[in-house]
């Protein structure tokens, strides 16, 4: 795909440092780097699939409404500053589409399997492109999980894969990688069991 234009580029830089601030301290889980790489690179990943600014600034963007105190309305007035109208209010449908709702903390009643299996059901009723950027987030979260934690990989790339099983409206190219990743990752867990 072609590069992007700087008009593009720019948008993207700031909404860029918009997640890395909003992430702040928090680093990823497995390794001393700051959040924001996680985010960063899902969104590369998408650049070699589209270069539709609402797609790459919801994939930066992603888990700051799950994982940051920060709120919808403040992404909000903050890429209606950089966008079009139609944009913004694309970017924040992503946004919301991405967002985890059966978390552990507001649903602790319920067990990690209950809450997959609820969560599930949301994800395979979201648009086309919240598929496609959850394809290339299942790409490196796994990628990074069976490198580091090879015990809750045996749990989490199963669950990946139940995701890709129902969540196949996305981009086919994408799916298609994400789903040779997760043999491969899965092959790597299996041969240290």
Avoid: W
Wanted: one cysteine or more; hydrophobic letters at 40%; aromatic letters at 6%.
């Amino acid at each position: 795909m072609s590069t992007l234009s700087v008009h593009i580029q720019q948008i993207l830089d700031q909404v860029t440092d918009f997640a890395d601030q909003a992430h702040g301290n928090q680093k990823r889980k497995y390794t001393p780097e700051r959040y924001i790489v996680h985010p960063v690179r899902v969104m590369k990943m998408l650049m070699e699939y589209t270069h539709e600014v609402s797609v790459l600034s919801a994939a930066l963007l992603h888990d700051v409404l799950e994982d940051t105190p920060v709120k919808g309305e403040e992404i909000e007035i903050f890429v209606s500053g950089l966008m079009l109208k139609t944009e913004v209010r694309k970017t924040m449908m992503l946004v919301e589409e991405l967002t985890d709702v059966y978390i552990k903390s507001d649903y602790a009643h319920l067990n990690r399997r209950q809450r997959k299996e609820l969560e599930l059901s949301r994800i395979i009723k979201t648009s086309p492109d919240a598929q496609t950027i959850k394809y290339a987030d299942i790409i490196d979260n796994c990628t990074e999980i069976v490198k580091y934690d090879r015990g809750f990989a045996s749990r989490f790339v199963p669950e990946c894969r139940e995701i890709l099983r129902h969540a196949t409206t996305g981009d086919r190219r994408l799916y298609d990688r994400a789903l040779e990743a997760l043999n491969v990752e899965m092959g790597k867990v299996k041969q240290l069991a």
